[in-house]
């Protein structure tokens, strides 16, 4: 079973429309048909229930799409371990970035600047989710990791803070507090809450700020995968706390509130291990000043 068509399945069952599923996808909707077709045929079950009107997933669709969910995640994870040791012997830097508006907004802008400096250092990046970078640095996969980060990292790690950005609630728009421009973090407390997991066995940052306000929230559901985050919220009705860098992410129906307290906020930084002497992280670093920060 092609791994694509998997992923063009989960598109789907996120929207639920093939006709928005194709346009996201960037394929004909005759096309995408003829996949998920394809897919059910081999896994010998009916994935979607369609009519004139609409579509819906089926028992078995619903199974098909978690399991999916993981295979999809591995695969990536794989492709970029591979990614990252056929690099290692020819390149003077291995950068990870973490995926979406990290990336588009920091990532890329400091890899310019850092050629701009440095022309002849080959450099080599790969993309992942959080906890996967964390993983590929700690293998020493790759030599420094830009990410969205907090303390709680660890004493083997440095890390040289890129920006500090706020955090927001982010949920669908028919959520009963979308219309809001702003919310108090006691009304916020009191709803169900979709956080994306840390690599570390330490109080989540976010649940570490509510506490300083002597707050707990009512509700907490963990992502595995920051892909699953818009079937979650559609699942849940909950609400995320993340960056606007959640831009890069197709949210036509979602909507960013702002959240009335100062200190809920997230670094964007740079991060390696202490043992790593490679100097061309400290040259990375000093290219900090030198990119322009995204206006959101």
Known sequence: MDVSHMREVLVLAEHLNFT????ELYISQSTLTRHVGAVEE???VKLFRRSNRTVELTRCGAVAVKGFEKIVGSYDTLLADVAAIDE?????LRLGMVYYGTTAYYGYPLLEAFSKRHPDVRVSTITAQTTQIYKHLHKGAIDVALTITTDDYGDDVIRNTVATIPLYAFMQTDHPLAKRTSIDLDDLAKQK???NNIPVNRPHHILTLFARHGLTPRDVVYLDHIDTLLPTLAKTGGIFIGS???TAIPQQHHEFVEINADDFTIDVALVHLRENENPNIARLVECIPDIRKPVM
């Open 42 to 44: 081999a896994l010998g």
């Open 88 to 92: 290692d012997d020819e390149s003077d």
């Open 20 to 23: 928005t599923a194709a346009s």
């Open 193 to 195: 809450l979709v956080l």
């Open 244 to 246: 606007m860098l959640l």
